[in-house]
């Protein structure tokens, strides 16, 4: 089975450009986390999707934003990027107790 | 609040036990994660416990769960060089938020 895919693996965007991430759960699952892990820090939460709803997001300014698609599969999309958004950003697709991540996409802006 | 803490560096020789803890602010958490996380890749899930639990083993792995404390731990027994990465405790919240609240992560270091 697969799991939880994300792309593209590695993206290099400068400042004022936009980003668009993307994931696919593990097939099944209907929910979507995305997660930001900056260097240095732990994991923020950024957004959780269910049933093609935003059901809750971290304190995140609102040019951070997604949604989730028919076939559950996931984008976040980040405007007027800024240097700190550099980041490994996280999805993960959820099955009752347990949160399955994918590799990652490595956003660097320049 | 919503908080996780946990000590950033951990050091140990191989074939000595690790032990790694946390500590959440949530008292209303309903399972609590450990999660790895080796250089450049993501996140594997390696265990996790239920609230109403207090240890709970898998092969050389046991976490231990103190509520009161509002403390959890992650025992490595035999603790290899594969062992080496960063561990992230994390809570689940109740009342329908439900997303994971990760700690700043602890990075194992295993030397020989």
């Known amino acids: 089975e697969a799991g939880v895919t994300q792309s593209p693996t590695h993206l290099i965007k400068t400042r004022g450009q936009q980003a668009t991430l993307r994931c696919s759960p593990i097939s099944g699952h209907t929910s979507v986390y995305w997660y930001q892990q900056a260097l240095g820090l732990g994991l923020q939460f950024l957004l959780w999707y269910d049933e093609g709803e935003e059901r809750n997001r971290g304190n995140f300014p609102p040019r951070f934003s997604g949604r989730q698609f028919p076939n559950y599969s996931s984008e976040l999309n980040v405007n007027a990027l800024e240097l700190e958004d550099s980041a490994l950003y996280l999805c993960?697709?959820?099955?009752?107790?347990?949160?399955?991540f994918g590799e990652g996409s490595r956003l660097t802006v320049l | 609040g919503e908080d996780v803490e946990q000590s950033l560096f951990l050091s140990v020789r191989e074939g000595d036990s690790s032990v790694i803890n946390c500590t959440y602010t949530d008292s209303s958490s309903t399972y609590l994660y450990w999660y790895k996380q080796e250089p450049g890749a993501g996140l594997q899930l390696l265990t996790y416990?239920?609230?109403?639990?207090d240890m709970k083993q898998d092969q050389r792995l046991t976490v231990l769960l103190n509520k009161k404390d509002k403390h959890l731990s992650l025992r490595i027994a035999d603790t290899q060089t594969g062992d080496s990465a960063i561990y992230f405790c994390a809570e689940t919240l109740s009342g329908g938020y439900n997303k994971l609240i990760f700690g700043a992560g602890t990075r194992l270091a295993v030397h020989p």
């Open positions: 993960a697709s959820r099955a009752g107790g347990e949160l399955f």
């Open positions: 416990i239920f609230s109403n639990m």
